[in-house]
């Protein structure tokens, strides 16, 4: 919590209402709430890095098996103390770890950009398998879009992280989507703050028929990228073979 919200927080009580001991005991309690935040924050942000890595790996095996990257870019965020504060002043819940713990499930997020619609479900479907990943909830915008058009899949995790001294669960939000998808949602997202727009409504539905066409344009190039590998087909076991020593930089001198 920054030294704004601390300021805040402390200007609301009515200290005249205090004895010595009672200031004592609310101060204490004040910092032991913000240690506790802190700690709570650096977990999240190690549960960021165990996902990270999950994806990078499975990029990496990708790459030695198929000599593509299925993953165009990895982005991570931490949700600001201000949004998680917001957040739990709209549930109707007081300031405390439990709360954010159990109620606020997007405070630690990873998002996934890929070049194929078809390579979202296959990495999230090789996330989900690991027996470590735990997942939560499952919210597919890509086959049921937002009605303004936004498209992602959404999958809420649980990663066990493990600290010197204790390994905790913890929950990240992933959204998966194609770099078509992110350059929408992208331009969405600064759009939609914008006041005073003229014919907002049109705007809207300009929006609405963007995120359409950029849906068809990513079955399309999924429908160029397969009509391209026709032709490896008939490639015989011997080839399959010979390919996957070369990707090895396997010499045959």
């Not at 004040?30 to 650096?42: A, H, P, T, Y």
């Not at 499952?138 to 995790?157: E, Q």
């Not at 939609?192 to 609405?208: C, G, H, N, S, T």
Request: charge should be negative; hydrophobic fraction near 40%; charged fraction near 30%.
């Amino acid at each position: 919590m920054d030294n704004d919200n601390i300021t805040h927080a402390l200007e609301m009580v009515d200290l005249s209402k205090f004895t010595p001991n009672m200031l004592y005991e609310t101060a204490k309690d004040i910092m032991e709430q913000l240690v506790d935040f802190k700690e709570i924050r650096m977990m999240y942000s190690c549960a960021i890095k165990e996902i990270r890595t999950k994806f990078e790996v499975l990029d990496t095996e990708f790459n030695s098996r198929y000599q593509r990257n299925p993953i165009s870019s990895i982005t991570s965020r931490l949700k600001s103390n201000k949004s998680i504060l917001g957040k739990l002043s709209r549930k109707g819940l007081d300031f405390s770890i439990e709360n954010i713990e159990n109620n606020i499930h997007d405070i630690a997020g990873v998002r996934v950009v890929c070049s194929y619609v078809d390579d979202i479900y296959v990495l999230a479907d090789a996330l989900i398998s690991q027996n470590d990943i735990t997942l939560i909830k499952r919210k597919d915008y890509i086959t049921n879009p937002k009605p303004n058009g936004y498209r992602s899949l959404h999958l809420i995790v649980s990663v066990p992280v493990f600290f010197a001294e204790q390994t905790k669960q913890m929950q990240v939000e992933v959204q998966i989507r194609t770099i078509a998808m992110d350059y929408w949602a992208s331009l969405e997202h600064q759009l939609k703050y914008k006041k005073d727009v003229p014919e907002e409504a049109d705007v809207i539905e300009r929006l609405k028929n963007c995120a359409d066409t950029i849906a068809n344009l990513d079955k399309e190039m999924i429908d160029i990228r397969n009509q391209l590998a026709l032709g490896t087909d008939d490639k015989t076991e011997d080839d399959v073979l010979f390919e996957k020593m070369k990707r090895l930089n396997i010499s045959f001198d």
